[in-house]
């Protein structure tokens, strides 16, 4: 009777991956973010921000939008034209429950202390006390925690926390 031979079974160990160090950044806000506030802690968290080449005042950072919003004063100020805009065919309902006039949709570069990003806005024709606003898609992608009581949002960065 013939038998064949197999080698023995071999214990092949693997050896530890090596754990690329990641350091935790806490995003967090105390009283000293209160120091030297002045207003009501009850309005929207509004700030300056770059879109495109331009310093654009009055953008709001709103936890409560699903969308990123440029409303007309901006898009002009951009020196935006109709041929510059993709379609936008997803209805937008305004706070009032009516359906929005879209113009389309532009992807700018956002940059916020040192962090760019192209960003999705829907052109929007509607009246608004803002010239934008960056929604949870931003925030999100950002890893911003907004702070209306501190009247600031803070990020994790390269070189620690941002604050704007």
């Known amino acids: 009777m013939l038998s064949v031979l197999t080698p023995p079974e071999t214990n092949i160990v693997d050896q530890p991956k090596k754990r690329s ?55 002009k100020g951009l020196r935006l034209k109709p041929k510059d805009l993709s379609r936008y065919n997803t209805p937008l309902v305004g706070i009032d429950g009516r359906i929005m006039t879209l113009e389309g949709q532009i992807k700018p570069l956002v940059v916020t202390k040192g962090k760019e990003m192209e960003v999705n806005f829907i052109v929007v024709n509607a009246f608004s006390p803002y010239t934008t606003i960056l929604g949870n898609p931003w925030i999100h992608v950002m890893g911003a925690v907004p702070s209306t009581l501190h009247q600031k949002f803070k990020f994790p960065s390269e070189n620690g926390v941002s604050i704007v």
């Open 21 to 75: 160090r990641r350091t935790s950044i806490y995003v967090t806000f105390s009283e000293v973010d209160l120091e030297g506030m002045s207003q009501s802690h009850d309005v929207a968290l509004v700030v300056t921000s770059q879109i495109g080449r331009f310093l654009v005042k009055r953008v709001m950072i709103n936890q409560g939008n699903g969308a990123e919003i440029i409303y007309p004063d901006l898009y």
